[in-house]
């Protein structure tokens, strides 16, 4: 940024062209004291506490509101300005009340001291008679108190400007007014509770719920930066620490990828940590009951019990799931002992339920299997279509760059069979019917091409094959007309007209797909016409253009990239690239013999070979596959027959209940790595808390039980060596470290040391053979699975704002359960009509595999014969009634798409 | 005695004000169609040369705002707004145009939209209007069928649409800023200044924003000339202005004068002197936001520069007059509160300002005795700060009463 000479007080600064003159004046040491002002949001002038002089201006003028000139001469400090300064706060002191619990920091307060306000001699105003305010605690989250608010406006702009949602207001005026969310009630209003208001509220009028009685800001022992342990946006979260305990998260401003923003989960999710419900000593079961044992009891009998098995069975018969929600170093320890203990490349863990279809694609097609943009391109560019992501709820971070995007003017395409909220800033919403992806990507692809809206330059320069593969693909769309893609999707000519159109003419597009174009058998053919529409366009291989598949946990691009894949070493290498596996055996100091060179079993197949008794022994790691896997009534009979299982974790889960084995592990706020999130960036996991009991760290877990099972890894020292040595065979991240990691994330490639990382991939090449991207034109295909008189619904699964997964953690949060905490299914109201169900209704859900019962939620969010689940919930498990038919390329298992019928239930 | 003459009013009373062809008979838009037929640097220049002055209360020259509005960018968006927001006590002359000659307004419109290139007009009508706010979209529509808005106005290519926007009841939307955001559907708060309307106006775009009656002096000006009037008034305010005279006089009501009469032909010739034969005691210039003037000031003449030399405003040209016998304290008092009441509550100063001065004064006049030597001053230094630090008119206003009550009428004060 070109940089302009100043002059405040006669002292030369170099500031910002164009910079904020009250931010410039404060970056570089001059105090100038204001309220009202926040470096995120725009100027409003309120407090008039900024109020300088500048020559050639008339009277004074707010600083905040000025934009700085080179030149400028500023006074930002004599006599007069203080004494009006003074004036104005002493003002302001008049209509506050000043009580003061240490709870939260106080702008306000800090002044009133700085100006000599604290003492009541000083003042010279009397306090005005208050009007009646009344406290709203009515959020689960928080509390507004009006009386302590100076209307500042931060937590109005806070909502509107920052999380674009648009909550909050004024009611009343003048010295009477207050902040109302909503209509009026906060607990009422549709305040999702990110608390983004509380964290730049300058003084106590809104503070946070959790630990009100608790915290004191002066007993906080340490502030640590982390990162969120949720999904996978990766947000940097500062924790405060009490009594050995967090007491509170906030987010991290300045720093990417979020800002300082975070959604509810990220500020009041981390209570499950302290929950009494902790696994804290290694458990053995023992003739049926699980008993407490010394770690050294249990760490010696697993690794018998392994070598046994091993022994018996051969390699073939064990396998290990690792985790997404580990850290980087504890995933890449995992791998490394699957491969070398257990001597197979049985390694796998959830992305093979999540994104392995997208990822089969983009690698096949484009060359890796990550998002190819930044997260801050989702603000700054012309379009987005966001296909089977429902990102406000999923990624709520990632989704207020959207809706800022959209403030500003972005369009937005939202392709999904389910109303989401991002609906309500779309410009065009396309409905398919579930699992008609490929038809309306062919006709919208069709319809693009037919307009002439198709990049030449690029397909001819970069994509395999050219024109001529352009026009294979221009041949297999010509059926999908406008009106046949109707027909197919159920989606109006006119919208897919639209859509089109907006896509096609636009300069710069991204897409963020997600779960409801890779959870289905057609996944990776879903993906591949995705593809084929931004090749075409040229919509990728630039800024501000590209695919982003968000990711849904916090490391569960982490833990491909270090290798937990059946197929895949660290950085992607094909198990079979015997140059690489050369390189590997030598950084692991053992014979490349030792490196199995055939690819494992992925989830689902370790499952069925479980089943079928051919897998004898399951390590799981930080996985609760009896809620997360598909066909659960399979699952569970494939873990009972499991010889041995041992399950890692921080919570009883419901597969915890088939282990022999249970190992306490550390949860994510009790050790130090990193994470990878969804825009590739390599952040910091920073332990902030012992951990309760026994409990250890996952690698030091595994660590000894290698060692039991003689296989002798390095003793690390810490997270940072083995992350060295996680480098030295992960090309992408060779040149990250520990230290280079200190004050902000690195995205990947960063091949090394000097390299400042990769924000957009494929600006020069694709990462394929070629180095370009390929076309594959694919046929819709009719769903296997359809609606039969005797199951003549569509079931649809996903999740929701307020949890995670299967629950483990979110569920152990008040605050979180507070929002809602219980089951249901959508159903659309004519469907509910013809049943004769009424709304909250207990329905029993009947699939082929399955059935659970549920509360009937009825909206029309949901198409005429198709129904919504969210998965979280153990006591209404979705995937007892999902299939594990698989999509033949990636090995993802159909979540999205079961046909099922509703029963009501007679009591 | 000073002779009327009647300019934005010219039609008031002498035609049927819901009647286009009364309009039209009456030389009704045939300054737009002369307008139309120059190019429009002619029609602000025309304006400039004038020396119109805005009517609403600030008096800035009409033409630089139009000038700089239509010079700011060309072939982009750009809005003229009519300010019709009457809020200052004691002002009725916009609604007098709109209820009894719609037309003159619509017409003075176009022509300011045509000179700087707009294409899309909104008329904000204080929400009380009723009556205005009916006749004036009578008036739009009737001039839609005849071809004076819309497509193509009178065959020269210019298009341009007109809207009525209600007000909601808030004093502080008269204030251009807080207008406009109000316009855009927001709650009326003003906004950041600079920059100004003929920049950054209504959503973001270029805009023009004028009073009622400043408009309604355009077809005149451009029909007969600037030369012509400047004939009218003084040099330093041409025209005339139209002045609502209220209180203690025998006969209140508006009437449109020529710039330069004085204080003493407007209370005692025009309005027929004070009520039931009582001495003149002080007379309110401009509303709440105005000045008070004393019997001194009788034979200022009434015009911008004339009354600033001696410390008064003539505001929206409101007189409100009060008879020797009235307590100004307490006068004052239903100020403070008013401006209380209307504060928006967005910036410090004016938001606790406006209630410390009310409590003052209210406090005071509770007790049997208290000094006025130390009230007064403490309450005009409170809102001398108000007014350099407040972020709109409205908390730089207090300081307009309460000083030119007490410079020029402590002595009443301190007698009552």
């Known amino acids: 940024m070109a940089k302009v000479k100043i002059y405040i007080d006669g002292k030369e600064i170099l500031a910002n062209e164009n910079g904020n003159l009250l931010y410039e004046a404060r970056a570089n040491g001059i105090d100038i004291p204001g309220l009202c002002y926040h470096h995120k949001l725009s100027p409003t002038g309120a407090c008039r506490l900024c109020l300088v002089k500048v020559e050639g201006m008339r009277g004074l003028v707010a600083s905040c509101t000025l934009t700085v000139k080179e030149g400028m001469q500023v006074t930002a400090f004599d006599n007069e300005l203080e004494e009006t300064r003074r004036f104005l706060l002493d003002y302001l002191i008049s209509e506050q009340n000043l009580e003061y619990d240490g709870t939260y920091n106080d702008e306000l307060r800090d002044l009133m001291f700085r100006y000599g306000l604290d003492k009541s001699e000083n003042r010279h105003f009397s306090p005005l008679s208050p009007a009646k305010f009344k406290i709203d605690s009515s959020s689960p989250v928080l509390s507004y108190d009006p009386s302590k608010c100076i209307k500042c406006f931060r937590c109005i702009k806070a909502c509107d400007e920052v999380q674009g949602k648009n909550v909050l207001s004024f009611n009343e005026r003048g010295i009477n007014s207050y902040i109302v969310a909503g209509t009026g009630v906060w607990g009422e209003s549709e305040c999702d509770g990110c608390g983004e208001c509380i964290q730049l509220c300058p003084t106590g009028a809104i503070v946070e719920k959790p630990n009100r009685e608790k915290i004191k800001l002066d007993k906080i022992e340490k502030r640590v930066r982390t990162t969120c342990p949720y999904c996978g946006v990766g947000c940097q979260i500062e924790l405060l620490v009490q009594d050995g305990k967090i007491v509170r998260s906030n987010g991290v401003e300045g720093v990417l990828p979020n800002n300082g923003r975070l959604c509810v989960k990220g500020r009041f999710g981390y209570e499950f940590v302290h929950s009494p419900e902790r696994l804290t000593s290694p458990l053995i079961r023992k003739n049926g009951a699980l008993v407490e044992v010394s770690w050294d009891e249990a760490l010696d009998y697993i690794a018998h019990r392994f070598l046994e098995i091993k022994q018996k069975y051969g390699s073939d018969s064990l396998a290990g799931y690792a985790s997404a929600k580990c850290t980087n170093e504890d995933n890449y320890i995992f791998q490394k002992f699957i491969r070398l203990a257990f001597g197979i490349n049985n390694i796998d863990y959830c992305a093979r339920l999540c994104h392995a279809s997208t990822v089969t694609a983009m690698l096949k097609s484009i060359g890796d299997g990550a998002a190819s943009n930044s997260i801050e391109d989702f603000e700054n560019t012309e379009c987005l279509i966001a296909t089977g992501n429902n990102i406000i709820e999923t990624h709520p971070i990632t989704a207020t760059y959207v809706k800022r995007g959209a403030a500003k003017g972005m369009k937005i395409i939202v392709i999904d069979p389910k109303w989401t909220p991002l609906v309500q800033y779309a410009t065009v919403w396309l409905q398919p019917r579930l699992g008609t992806d490929v038809a309306l990507l062919n006709g919208m692809i069709r319809e693009i091409i037919a307009n002439g809206w198709i990049d030449t330059g690029f397909i001819e320069q970069r994509v395999e094959g050219g024109m001529k593969a352009f026009l294979e693909l221009k041949q297999l769309v010509e059926k999908y007309t406008l009106e046949n893609t109707e027909k197919l999707t159920g989606v109006p000519v006119e919208k897919i007209k639209e859509a089109a159109e907006i896509y096609g003419n636009a300069k710069t597009a991204m897409v963020a797909t997600g779960m409801g174009m890779s959870q289905q058998v057609t996944g990776t053919h879903n993906v591949f016409s995705l593809l084929n529409m931004i090749l075409i366009a040229g919509k990728i291989g630039k800024e501000r253009s590209g695919i982003n598949p968000p990711r849904g946990q916090n490391n569960v691009q982490g833990a491909t990239d270090v290798g937990c894949h059946p197929a895949l070493y660290p950085g992607y290498i094909p198990v079979s690239n015997a140059e690489n596996r050369k390189h590997v055996a030598e950084v692991w100091g053992v014979p490349l013999d030792d490196l199995p060179d055939k690819p494992g079993l992925t989830t689902v197949e370790i499952m069925k070979a479980a089943y079928d008794g051919k897998i004898k022994a399951l390590y799981i790691m930080g996985e609760n596959p009896m809620i997360s896997d598909p066909n659960l009534n399979h699952t569970e009979e494939a873990l009972k027959k499991l010889e041995f299982l041992v399950v890692q974790d921080i919570f009883h889960t419901e597969t915890t209940k088939f282990a022999h084995v249970i190992l306490p592990a550390s949860s994510w706020a009790e050790k130090n790595g990193t994470f990878v999130n969804s825009d590739r960036r390599v952040l910091r996991v920073r332990k902030a808390v012992e951990s309760p009991g026994q409990a250890r760290e996952d690698w030091k877990i595994i660590h000894e039980i290698a060692k039991r099972m003689g296989v002798n890894f390095p003793s690390y020292a810490d997270e940072s060596e083995i992350f060295d040595e996680l480098a030295s065979v992960t090309p992408i991240m060779a040149g990250i470290s520990h230290k280079r990691l200190e004050h902000h994330g690195i995205q990947w490639p960063c091949p090394t040391p000097d390299h400042p990382g990769t924000s957009t991939l494929y600006l020069d090449k694709f990462n394929t053979p070629s180095g370009k991207a390929k076309l594959f034109p694919v046929e819709y295909v009719e769903q296997s699975e359809r609606a039969t008189p005797e199951y003549p619904f569509i079931l649809n699964s996903g999740r929701i704002l307020y949890h995670y997964h299967t629950g483990t953690m979110s569920r152990r949060n008040k605050t979180l359960t507070g929002y809602t905490n219980q089951p249901y299914l959508l159903m659309h109201p004519n469907d509910a009509k013809k049943l004769g169900i009424e709304d909250n209704e207990l329905v029993r859900v009947i699939s082929a595999r399955g059935h659970l019962s549920t509360h009937i939620r009825i909206s029309p969010e949901v198409l005429e014969g198709e129904l919504f689940m969210p998965w979280h919930y153990t006591e209404s498990q979705v995937n007892r009634l999902t299939r594990d038919e698989l999509d033949p390329y990636s090995r993802i298992a159909p979540f999205k798409l079961s046909a099922v019928r509703v029963e009501k239930i007679y009591t | ?416």
């Not at chain 2, 960018?73 to 003229?80: D, G």
């Not at chain 2, 007379?283 to 004339?306: P, R």
């Open chain 2, 1 to 416: 005695m000073a002779k009327e003459i009647r300019i934005a009013l010219r039609n008031s009373g002498l035609i049927n004000p819901e009647s286009i062809q009364e309009y039209i008979s009456a030389d009704g838009y045939q300054a737009l169609r002369k307008a139309l037929r120059s190019e429009p640097i002619g029609i602000y220049e025309e304006i400039y040369d004038s020396g119109l002055r805005g009517r609403g209360g600030a008096g800035f020259p009409t033409g630089t705002k139009e000038k700089a509005a239509a010079l700011i960018c060309s072939n982009c968006e750009k809005f003229v707004v009519c300010n019709a927001d009457e809020g200052e006590p004691g002002t009725f002359k916009d609604r007098i145009i709109m209820e009894t000659d719609p037309h003159t307004l619509i017409e003075g419109m176009v022509i300011a939209a045509y000179s700087i290139g707009a294409s899309r007009g909104f008329i904000y009508i204080r929400g009380e209007y009723e009556l205005s706010i009916k006749r004036v979209q009578l008036a739009i529509e009737q001039a839609y069928q005849h071809g004076f808005l819309g497509e193509n106005i009178l065959g020269s290519n210019y298009n341009f649409d007109l809207e009525v926007r209600r007000g909601a009841g808030s004093y502080l939307c008269g204030e251009e800023l807080t207008l406009i955001e109000s316009i855009e559907g927001k709650r009326g708060y003003p906004r950041i200044k600079p920059p100004f309307p003929a920049e950054k106006g209504l959503w973001g775009a270029p805009t023009l924003i004028n009073n009622v009656e400043t408009l309604a002096n355009f077809p005149q000006i451009i029909l007969n000339g600037a030369k012509w009037y400047r004939t009218i008034g003084t040099e330093g305010s041409p025209g005339t202005k139209i002045f609502t005279i209220s209180g203690d006089v025998n006969k209140p009501g508006y009437y449109e004068f020529p710039m330069g009469i004085t204080l003493r032909e407007l209370i005692f010739d025009v309005a027929g002197g004070i009520r039931n034969g009582k001495p003149f005691g002080a007379a309110l210039l401009g509303g709440a936001a105005g000045t008070f003037a004393s019997e001194k000031h009788l034979d200022v003449h009434m015009g911008y520069d004339k009354l600033k030399e001696v410390g008064l405003t003539l505001g929206s040209g409101a007189v409100i007059v009060m008879d020797a016998t009235r307590d100004l304290n307490k006068i004052m008092l239903s100020i403070l509160k008013f401006f209380k009441h209307e504060s928006c509550g967005k910036c410090i100063p004016c938001r606790v300002g406006t209630s410390h001065l009310y409590q003052a004064l209210n406090e005071a006049l509770q007790q049997p005795h208290f000094s006025f030597e130390s009230l007064y001053p403490n309450l005009i230094k409170q809102a001398e700060i108000m007014a350099r630090t407040s972020l709109c008119p409205l908390g730089q206003s207090p300081i307009l009463p309460l000083r030119s009550l007490w410079e020029n009428l402590s002595e009443s004060l301190i007698m009552k």
